[in-house]
């Protein structure tokens, strides 16, 4: 089964910028891939997913104007550049692959998980 890891991760301070990358075992040039976060005492939220048929891209509101999520088809590797970051931001952010290329909101349309990768942001 395709496996999927990120890295990026990090300490940084409010205002900086970070690129998370989940990489593929596999090809999954076909699935949407989503990014998705959990912070401390919360459930986890969407944060943004790209369609691989047509790339479109949604965002979460709380992002949008400030994460991109580009992807490298040829690498299987998805990214999420994230920008103007504040403590709001600090959370386990894990990337998800949806063979349906739905791009969907739910986490339960994504079959596919890493482990995560810890973003704190401080003053």
């Known amino acids: 089964q395709v496996q999927l890891v990120e890295s990026g991760g990090g300490l940084v301070r409010t205002g900086d910028s970070l690129r998370l990358s989940c990489a593929a075992s ?6 949407s891939t989503g990014w998705f ?7 986890r939220e969407f944060v943004a997913s790209i369609r691989s048929s047509d790339s479109r891209t949604y965002y ?12 490298d088809n040829a690498k299987d590797t998805a990214y999420l550049q994230m920008n103007s970051l504040s403590s709001e931001d600090t959370a386990v952010y894990c990337c998800a692959a949806d063979s349906l290329d739905g791009g969907g909101y739910a986490c ?15 003053w």
């Open 26 to 31: 596999g090809h999954i040039a076909g699935y």
């Open 37 to 43: 976060r959990q912070a401390p005492g919360k459930g």
């Open 60 to 71: 979460a509101t709380s992002v949008q104007s400030r994460f991109t999520i580009p992807r």
């Open 108 to 122: 339960a349309e994504y079959e596919l998980w890493g482990q995560g990768t810890q973003v704190t942001v401080y």
